[in-house]
């Protein structure tokens, strides 16, 4: 009896509620969540390029854009973990060492989506979040948005060892790119 009303309940609720893919609005078929089948292979992993200090998960295109305003209106609390967990796999995937911090970027104080996708990734790695510096440490800085000349510039004023910057993607949309010149 449990069973059929929590059935029944389900189905109304999905009348008016549908589960819908968050890139292109088509029904979610069931256990997929946020997003279809199809846009899934959107989220292909940019290929690993050995001894580099920055680099990012994904490219800048299709269901990928979306993830990303997700993030930002954080409307949807697990799409931060979910974007942590593709970053850390990325990490794993670089072969990088072990950070002993994730370094904030910004203002502790200021928890916005780049503070809890770094928080994210921090108990992922089970390493710390801080914003202070120590010159025996390996810092990583996690993006959403990596741009790789500003970072670039900040690395030169950190005293740490080593910086590497892990991001959701590159600050380079294909658009804005004039191919036809």
Known sequence: M???LKSSLSNIL???YPHLCLHCSSKLEKNYFYFCK???????????????????????I???????????????L????????????????????????????????I?????YLSKEVSLFLKKPLKKRQNLSE???????????QKFNQIKETLLFKKVYAIGLCFDVFFDDLDLFL
């Open 138 to 148: 390996v810092a990583l800085i996690v993006f959403d948005v990596l741009e790789t």
């Open 14 to 16: 999905n009348l008016f």
């Open 62 to 76: 299709g269901a990928i854009k979306t993830l990303l305003k997700e993030l930002k209106t954080q409307k949807i």
């Open 38 to 60: 199809i846009c899934l292979f959107d989220f292909s992993y940019l290929e690993c390029k050995h001894n580099i200090s920055t680099f990012a998960v994904f490219e800048n």
């Open 78 to 109: 697990s799409i931060t973990k979910i974007a942590a967990a593709f970053i850390v796999i990325q990490y794993f995937r670089l072969k990088w060492p072990m950070p002993d911090v994730i370094y904030l970027m910004n203002n502790p104080l």
């Open 111 to 115: 928890k916005n989506h780049q503070y």
């Open 2 to 4: 449990k069973n059929i």
